[in-house]
T-cell receptor, first 114, second 112 residues
Framework: DGGITQSPKYLFRKEGQNVTLSCEQNLNHDAMYWYRQDPGQGLRLIYYSQIVNDFQKGDIAEGYSVSREKKESFPLTVTSAQKNPTAFYLC?????????????FGSGTQLSVL | DQQVKQNSPSLSVQEGRISILNCDYTNSMFDYFLWYKKYPAEGPTFLISISSIKDKNEDGRFTVFLNKSAKHLSLHIVPSQPGDSAVYFCAAIGFGNEKLTFGTGTRLTIIP
C-alpha cells in the first residue's frame, strides 16, 4: 500500500559523526519535506524539494544537507555541524499544487546523541 | 516570531463531551488552515482543513470554525472519544508564505 517510509526508527549519533536518515515514498508526489520536532514545539521545516535534483532551505537548514536524485527518495544527513541534533525527525510529501498543503507524513526517526 | 499560536499546551475533556481546541494566527496573508493529529512516536495525520473563503467546515465529529477578523480558528470534536487523545497541531499557509507554518500543538486527553 502507498505511503512514506522512514528508517531507521531510532538512531544514535556519536560526537563528530554524520548520520543519514532515509525517506522513501511511493505516492508519486513531487514535493518532499523534512521537519524537526522538539518537545513542546511545533514542527520546523529543515529542507524541502519540489522536483528532482532541486531543493530549498527551510527555516532551520544549518547543519543539515539533503539530496533528491530520485522522485521517490529524499534522504537527510545530519552533519557534525548540527550542535543540537537530538529530536524527532519527520519526512513528508505532498501532491501539490501548493507547497506544504495536505502533507502526508512518515512515522518519524528519533535521533539521539551518545 | 510565532505566526501560528496554540496557547493551550494541554486540555482534558470527559468522554462524550465537546472538545474545543483553539489556534490564533498573526499573518493576514494566510488563506488556508489545516489541523493535524499526532500520536506519540508517529507522524501527524491530516484531520480537517478550511479555506479563508469559508467560516465553517464539517467532517463527521470534527468541525473547524474560522473567524478571519479575529485571526482565530477552532476545532470542535463532538462527541469526544478515547481515541481522540493525541496532540493536535494547527497549521496555516498563504500567499507570500507558501510553506506550511505549524503551531506548537495542544495535547488533548479524553477522560473515560
Amino acid at each position: 500500500d502507498g505511503g512514506i517510509t522512514q528508517s531507521p526508527k531510532y538512531l544514535f549519533r556519536k560526537e563528530g559523526q554524520n548520520v543519514t536518515l532515509s525517506c522513501e515514498q511511493n505516492l508519486n508526489h513531487d514535493a518532499m519535506y523534512w521537519y524537526r520536532q522538539d518537545p513542546g514545539q511545533g514542527l520546523r521545516l529543515i529542507y524541502y524539494s519540489q522536483i528532482v535534483n532541486d531543493f530549498q532551505k527551510g527555516d532551520i537548514a544549518e547543519g543539515y544537507s539533503v539530496s533528491r536524485e530520485k522522485k521517490e527518495s529524499f534522504p537527510l544527513t545530519v552533519t557534525s555541524a548540527q550542535k543540537n541534533p537530538t529530536a524527532f525527525y519527520l519526512c513528508a510529501s505532498s501532491p501539490g499544487p501548493r507547497l506544504g498543503e495536505k502533507l502526508f507524513f512518515g512515522s518519524g526517526t528519533q535521533l539521539s546523541v551518545l | 516570531d510565532q505566526q501560528v499560536k496554540q496557547n493551550s499546551p494541554s486540555l482534558s475533556v470527559q468522554e462524550g463531551r465537546i472538545s474545543i481546541l483553539n489556534c490564533d494566527y498573526t499573518n493576514s496573508m494566510f488563506d488556508y488552515f489545516l489541523w493535524y493529529k499526532k500520536y506519540p512516536a508517529e507522524g501527524p495525520t491530516f484531520l480537517i482543513s478550511i479555506s479563508s473563503i469559508k467560516d465553517k467546515n464539517e467532517d463527521g465529529r470534527f468541525t473547524v470554525f474560522l473567524n478571519k477578523s479575529a485571526k482565530h480558528l477552532s476545532l470542535h470534536i463532538v462527541p469526544s472519544q478515547p481515541g481522540d487523545s493525541a496532540v493536535y497541531f494547527c497549521a496555516a499557509i498563504g500567499f507570500g508564505n507558501e510553506k506550511l507554518t505549524f503551531g506548537t500543538g495542544t495535547r488533548l486527553t479524553i477522560i473515560p
